[in-house]
C-alpha cells in the first residue's frame, strides 16, 4: 500500500478496552467478528495468532486486523502489558474492502516507535471520551478516531514504500536458512502474508521458477557441495539438505543434474 487509500466513510466506533495483565484471563479464544480492530502496545509483549501465523508485538507496536479475520491474543507471560484495543465498524477505505483497514497481503504488525506518543495521546483522548460519554463525546470520537486511522495509513505507506526487499527475497532468505526442513507452498506463503497462489505467481514472475522448484534447485547445490567437499555418506547428505527419504532424494537429485549423487561424486572426484 504504497498511496494513501481514501476514507469513503467514517467508521463507529464500538468499543475500547484497556489491556493489562488482568486482560490475560479475559482473552477470548480463537475468534473473529466483522468490526475492523487496531491493538496497540505502550509496554509489555504480547503474542497473536492471526490467520493461522504466530507473531509477537513489543512496545510500539499496532496490530491491523480486518474484519472477519481469526484472530487470538495472549500476553506473555511474564509481560507486564500495558496497552489499548479500539474495535470499529463501517470502515471504508478505497480501494480495500470493507472492513479492510490494510491489504491482506500486508504486514498486520506495524511499529510506530517514532510516533509513538503520537498515536497514544490520540487512543487514550478516543478511550477518556468512550469512558465518559459526555455531551458532543461522539462526535470527537469520530473526529478522533478518523485522524488517527489517518495517521496509522500515512505510517504504514511510509514503511511500506522504504521496504525494498521484495516477496521472492524474503522467500529465498528463508529457504536459505530453513532448506533442511519440511517446507510447503503453504508456509513460504505465511512468512510473506500472501497466499499460496499469488506467491506462486508473484516468485514465478520475478525469478523464472516456483517457489518449490527454487527450494529443490536449492537444495540440489547444496547436496553437490556436500557430495565434493566431504566423504559423508549419501543418505547423510540426502537427510542433511531436506530429504529424508534417501530414495526420493536420488531420483531428483538426477533429475536435476543428470548424474545419481553417487556417479556425480565419482565423476568429479
Do not use: W
Not at 512496545?59 to 507486564?80: K, Q, W, Y
Amino acid at each position: 500500500m504504497n498511496q494513501l487509500p481514501t476514507l469513503l466513510q467514517t467508521p463507529h466506533l464500538t468499543s475500547v478496552v484497556k489491556l493489562n495483565q488482568d486482560h490475560k484471563q479475559k482473552c477470548k479464544a480463537l475468534h473473529k467478528h466483522e468490526c475492523t480492530e487496531i491493538m496497540f502496545i505502550q509496554e509489555g509483549n504480547a503474542n497473536v495468532v492471526l490467520n493461522g501465523q504466530s507473531l509477537t508485538m513489543n512496545r510500539g507496536d499496532l496490530l491491523l486486523i480486518n474484519s472477519n479475520l481469526e484472530h487470538e491474543t495472549v500476553p506473555c507471560v511474564d509481560s507486564s502489558l500495558k496497552g489499548f484495543s479500539l474495535t470499529f465498524s463501517g470502515l471504508h477505505l478505497s480501494p480495500l474492502p470493507v472492513g479492510f483497514i490494510i491489504p491482506s497481503d500486508e504486514m498486520p504488525i506495524l511499529n510506530v516507535q517514532n510516533q509513538h506518543i503520537t498515536i497514544q495521546k490520540y487512543i487514550e483522548d478516543i478511550h477518556e471520551e468512550y469512558k465518559n460519554n459526555d455531551p458532543g463525546s461522539q462526535e470527537i470520537i469520530s473526529s478522533l478516531l478518523k485522524t488517527l486511522i489517518i495517521k496509522i495509513l500515512r505510517i504504514s505507506c511510509s514503511a511500506n514504500s522504504s521496504q525494498n526487499v521484495s516477496i521472492s527475497d524474503k522467500v529465498k532468505k528463508y529457504i536459505s536458512e530453513n532448506y533442511n526442513r519440511d517446507i510447503s507452498l503453504n508456509e513460504l506463503a505465511n512468512i510473506v502474508f500472501v497466499n499460496p497462489y499469488h506467491l506462486a505467481h508473484t516468485f514465478k514472475d520475478e525469478t523464472g521458477i516456483s517457489p518449490i522448484q527454487y527450494l529443490i534447485t536449492y537444495r540440489i547445490d547444496i547436496a553437490k557441495t556436500l557430495l565434493l567437499t566431504t566423504n559423508s555418506p549419501i543418505v547423510e547428505i540426502a537427510s542433511k539438505v531436506g530429504y529424508p527419504n534417501a530414495n526420493y532424494f536420488n531420483l531428483l537429485f538426477k533429475k536435476y543434474t543428470g548424474y545419481s549423487p553417487g556417479k556425480f561424486r565419482k565423476k568429479s572426484s
